[in-house]
């Protein structure tokens, strides 16, 4: 390479690392008029804003300025000429002002695919659907809108751990003004005050401990149920399908049943809806404490049906307990036997089955089902009989074999002192 | 017809001085012989080991695929399959375990005197290569336990100075435990290891069968006071008691075969979560709860790299023990070999046993 060439490079690259130090030095797109002066206000009403949306917030981190959402100049250094008429200033937005705000950016699907391309752009539409929205549209301005859950300065990611809107935090974001009775108050559902006892029971609920116990996210918080922007309680002939998004088996055997036509509230007439328990076999059945006595009397068909069921899944129950008690106890003795534990594991999957299959509430079903897997029982049972027998024929061949080697190290020790004697 | 056959091997192999040399081969008697049957039950031992090893390698296949189905079919579909990886199994801890037994009788009794020192390093020898059959056995079955431990002591390897990371990645055959580990693991455990056995092993036994048994130094002074020491020959007394205990041992074996199996376990997987109480054989348990309590660093070196050098030197010294303790061939006993002898007894009970409880 020539001299001068090298030269040239060398120039070229060091104004690059000049012009990429220049630009590392630059303050973010945030640092502008309106955060200089907000920023030190003695008031906090006026400060706060400021300092949260320069410590964190997802729009300044795009480039976005306070401008963006309320108008004004952020050159002009005089407070009156900054949020002149001229400037479209318009100040601190409420109620469905605030909707107008986020969804000039966020219903722009030319401007969101810049940024979020993957993001959907109907939350403003959803929004007027839901609860929240018909009541603001009524002129209601204590209901929830945009910032009420994501935060008004300081946004972050929803898929930000420490968002109000990230799966773990739903649950305390919507009841920051769902568990406030003096809120509360006023707001009704089939003519009844609405509850505020939600997130208590949804904390005592399978699905969250199955999210904060066991750190699962995919289990439902209140949004997966009641939908976000369009939040509304899902209605009467909507719980199954709600309830189906997850459990797809059991709401296609239970549409087939005749309890689809004529429970009023789906799924939630047995498993309740904030406070839905881990289900048990003993919801099954006439026993004491089971959900269907408390419909069906001694006698009728429902009556039958359920103590038949129940009668069934927890015959293969014992039967499964029995196998597993008797392949362990082989196993114990050395008897490998990998193939019956997976037969086992069958049956198992039978009795989850039959407990699938329950939810149609037709006893022939469930009875197929169950015969199946005790027919699997019998067959890890058989092998498990088989198993003891090998075990007793090994004892059997280990003593005769002792037996034997006791009487050779007994005639060699005869032997032995006969030698000795003689010599 | 068995005379003839007798005079026409006789004519070929000279029968009739290997028999004069048994006839008038004799074995000391006295308090402490019952020690003498201890390497005996170690030879029977290896024995098992190399018929059970053989019946195994017809069936078990080495690669991370096929190894421990293999060995799930060994102990299920083969008949007599279980007795004989068992028997395997335990015969190898048995013989590492008589062994130590027959290292450290010699050792009290002060057998590797002169004229016995290569009869000794020998012996340790043996003991350091059946030590090398565990640690790669261990892993043949490629079940979870072993895959884990062997990472842990293949990485101990690791810590020696110098030569500590090609020697772990000459074990594993690459960065990690893998497959490629397994068939240099099998191959050192049935083709290696077993030629240098055959070959240490055929100068211990023709040591001892050139200088004869040892007495122990009391025994020894008696001797030279000009009391006799009563003999008993090789043949058939001394060979008749070897039998016996052979059997005795047989029939150890045999039950704890069947009563305590060895267990299968799970199916090793790389990507699995490492489980809890990962130890290696309990040989070498009380060197690893050592490594484990030492600190990282002691005065500046890393504290595993100082264990494996003071390993390494405690096998040197018992190596050539022999060679450091001169006034033994002269009938002085020297205490500090009793009381090394007696910490390292000690120290590899008391270490064991935290290992198993720390586990």
Known sequence: MQPHVSRAFLSLALVLVAAAAWAEAQPPAAETGCLACHRDQPSAALATPARDFALTDVHRDRGFTCVDCHGGDPRATDKVAAKAPSTGFRGKPTGAAIIAVCARCHSDAALMRKYAPKQRIDQATEYATSVHGQQLAKGDTKVATCVSCHGAHGVRLVGDAQSPVYPLNVAATCTKCHADSERMKGYTRAGAALPTDQRVKYETSVHYRAMVDRNDLSAPTCNDCHGNHGAAPPGVDAIANVCGTCHSVFASKFALSTHSQIFDRGCVECHNNHDIAQPSDEMLGTAQGALCATCHSEGDNGHKAATSMRAGIDTLKTAIGHSEAELARVENDGIEMGAETLTLREANNHLTLARTEMHAFDPTIVESVLAEGMALTAKVDAAAEAGRREVSYRRTGLAISLAFIVLVVIALQMKIRTLENRS | ?359
Do not use: C
Not at chain 2, 18 to 41: C, D, N, T
Not at chain 2, 181 to 207: D, E, K, Q, S, W
Not at chain 2, 280 to 298: D, G, N, S, T
Not at chain 2, 313 to 324: I, T
């Open chain 2, 1 to 359: 017809m068995t005379q003839q056959l007798y005079a026409w091997l006789d004519q070929r192999l000279d029968l009739s001085a290997l028999q004069h040399f048994i006839a008038e081969k004799s074995v000391p008697v006295h308090k402490h012989r019952v020690w003498y049957y201890m390497g005996g039950i170690t030879l029977f031992l290896v024995g098992v080991q190399v018929f059970t090893g053989i019946l195994l390698l017809l069936y078990y296949r080495p690669s991370a695929d096929e190894a421990f189905e293999s060995v799930k079919f060994i102990v299920s579909q083969v008949e007599f399959g279980w007795l004989i990886r068992n028997i395997h199994s335990w015969s190898a801890n048995l013989l590492i375990f008589m062994a130590f037994v027959h290292l450290f009788s010699t050792l009290f009794l002060r057998s590797y005197r002169k004229p016995r020192e290569l009869t000794w390093v020998t012996g340790v020898l043996l003991l350091f290569v059946m030590m090398g059959f565990g640690f790669s056995g261990y892993l043949l079955p490629w079940n979870e336990l072993a895959f884990f431990a062997t990472k842990v002591g293949t990485g101990i390897a690791g810590a020696v100075p110098v030569v500590g990371d090609f020697t772990m990645r000459f074990l594993r055959g690459g960065d990690d435990v893998t497959g490629a580990t397994l068939t240099r693991f099998y191959g050192l455990h049935v083709a290696i290891l077993p030629a240098i056995t055959t070959g240490i092993l055929g100068v211990h036994l023709l040591l001892i069968q050139r200088q004869g048994m040892s007495v122990p130094p009391s025994v020894e002074k008696q001797e030279k006071s000009g009391a006799t020491i009563p003999q008993m020959p090789f043949f058939p007394h001394y060979v008749l008691h070897d039998l016996m205990w052979w059997y005795v041992a047989l029939g150890v074996l045999a039950a704890l075969a069947l009563f305590l199996p060895w267990e299968i376990g799970k199916k090793a997987d790389a990507f699995a979560v490492v489980p809890p109480g990962i130890r290696p054989e309990w040989y070498f348990l009380a060197m690893f709860q050592v490594l484990k309590l030492l600190p990282a660093h002691i005065m500046g070196v890393e504290g595993e790299m100082l264990g494996v050098l003071g390993f390494g030197l405690a096998a040197m010294v018992l190596l050539f023990l022999p060679f450091l303790d001169r006034g033994a061939a002269e009938g002085r006993s020297s205490r500090l070999v009793t009381i090394g002898g007696v910490i390292a007894l000690a120290y590899m009970l008391v270490f064991t046993i935290y290992g198993y409880l720390a586990a």
